[in-house]
C-alpha cells in the first residue's frame, strides 16, 4: 500500500479529508446495509433533530501501524458498546456491534493511504457518530437516524515528548446529577466550550470539574478522565455516575493492576485529597495520557512532585506499557487488538 505523501510528524490534530467515509440509514424501523462513499457531505432536512434538539452521539478511536507492520485498532467492541448506551440515552436506535466494528474495519481498509507509518507517533483517528436526521419540531425523538463513521490522519499528540500540563478547577459544571455525563454526546461538549475557551485566555490547558452537587469530589475534564498515584504508587481513579467511562481509563487500570502489579483504587476522590498525590495524568483516546504538572484552584496551586518537566515515572509506566501494547511491542490480552491488515 502506498501512503500518501503526508509530513506525518507535523500534521496536528485537525480534519483531513480522506477517501472514503461510511454511511447507514435508519429509517422505517431498521438499518440499511450501509455503504462506502466519496461524498463528505451530508444533506439533512432544516428541522433535522440533531440541528434543532442536538439528537448526536459520537465515538473516537484509531488505528495504527503496529512494530510488524500491521494495521490495527484498540478494543472498537468497546466503543461500540458504549455508543449503543449513548444512543439509548438520547433515544436513538441502537448501531448493533458486530457492524460497527465492521463500519470501522471498512473504513480503515479505504483510507489504509492514511494510516500512517509506524515510529511516525501519527495515527488515524477513527470518528463513528449518529444524528437524527429527520424533521423534529414538538419535541420529541426523531424518526430516521444516519449513522456515519470517517477517519482522518492526526499528528502526534506531544511533540517533542509530553510536557506536563497546568489546569484550572472550574467554576461551571460539566455533568448534573443523572443527567448525561456519562455518555459520549455532543451537548456535553457545546456546553463545555466557553469554559475550555476562557480556560486558554486565563493560560490553562484543561479545567478540572468538580461534581455539580457538592463541589467536593474531582470529576473528570472536558474530555479526559483522571488519574492519580499515591506516594505510594497506588493507582487512583475517580468513580462517579457523571464522568464518562473511558476506555483508557479501564485498559490502563487492568495494565496497572496485571502487568505493573499495582494497587488500583476507583472510588470518589475528593479535591481536598488531590495534594497529597504524587502524580496526577488525563487520560483518552487522543494522548493516551496527558501529565499534569500543576492544578490551580482559584489562586491556591497544587504542585505535583513530579514537576513540570516529565511525565512522573509511574505515570510513564502506565503510558509505555499501554502503547507498546498498542503499538504491538508487548503482549496485548486476549481481544484488545483488532487486525484489520
Ligand atoms: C471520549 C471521552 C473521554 C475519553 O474516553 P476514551 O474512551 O479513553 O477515549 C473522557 N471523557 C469524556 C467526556 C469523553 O467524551
Not at 195 to 224: C, P, Q
Amino acid at each position: 500500500m502506498e501512503k500518501k505523501n503526508i509530513d506525518w510528524a507535523n500534521i496536528g490534530f485537525g480534519y483531513i479529508k480522506t477517501d472514503k467515509r461510511y454511511v447507514s440509514n435508519f429509517k422505517g424501523g431498521q438499518w440499511d446495509e450501509g455503504t462506502l462513499t466519496d461524498d463528505d457531505k451530508v444533506v439533512i432536512s432544516e428541522c433535522a433533530g440533531v440541528l434543532q434538539y442536538a439528537q448526536t452521539v459520537f465515538e473516537g478511536l484509531k488505528a495504527y501501524t503496529t512494530e510488524d507492520g500491521k494495521v490495527v485498532c484498540f478494543r472498537p467492541d468497546l466503543n461500540a458498546q458504549r455508543m449503543i448506551d449513548s444512543a439509548q440515552r438520547l433515544e436513538m436506535p441502537a448501531f448493533p456491534e458486530e457492524r460497527f466494528i465492521d463500519a470501522v474495519v471498512q473504513i480503515v481498509k479505504a483510507n489504509l493511504a492514511y494510516v500512517p507509518p509506524y515510529g511516525s507517533g501519527a495515527t488515524l483517528y477513527i470518528r463513528p457518530y449518529m444524528f437524527g436526521s429527520s424533521p423534529v419540531i414538538g419535541v420529541k425523538p426523531a424518526e430516521e437516524y444516519q449513522f456515519r463513521v470517517f477517519a482522518t490522519p492526526v499528528g502526534p499528540y506531544f511533540k517533542g515528548g509530553a510536557k506536563p500540563i497546568t489546569i484550572k478547577v472550574s467554576d461551571f459544571d460539566r455533568a448534573a446529577p443523572h443527567g448525561t455525563g456519562n455518555i459520549k454526546a455532543g451537548l456535553n461538549y457545546a456546553m463545555s466550550l466557553h469554559a475550555i475557551v476562557t480556560a486558554h485566555e486565563e493560560g490553562y490547558s484543561e479545567n478540572m470539574y468538580l461534581d455539580a452537587a457538592t463541589r467536593t469530589k474531582v470529576e473528570e475534564t472536558g474530555g479526559a478522565n483522571f488519574l492519580f498515584v499515591t506516594k505510594d504508587n497506588k493507582l487512583v481513579t475517580p468513580k462517579s455516575d457523571s464522568i464518562l467511562p473511558s476506555i483508557t481509563r479501564r485498559s490502563l487500570v487492568y495494565v496497572a493492576k496485571e502487568y505493573l502489579g499495582l494497587e488500583v483504587e476507583e472510588r470518589e476522590v475528593f479535591f481536598e485529597e488531590v495534594k497529597d498525590f504524587a502524580e496526577c495524568g488525563l487520560c483518552g483516546t487522543a494522548a493516551v495520557i496527558s501529565p499534569v504538572g500543576k492544578i490551580v484552584d482559584h489562586g491556591n496551586e497544587i504542585c505535583f512532585p513530579s514537576g513540570m518537566d516529565e511525565m512522573g515515572p509511574v505515570t510513564k509506566k502506565l503510558y509505555d506499557t499501554l502503547t507498546g501494547i498498542q503499538m504491538g511491542r508487548i503482549e496485548a490480552p486476549e481481544g484488545w487488538i483488532k487486525v484489520i491488515e
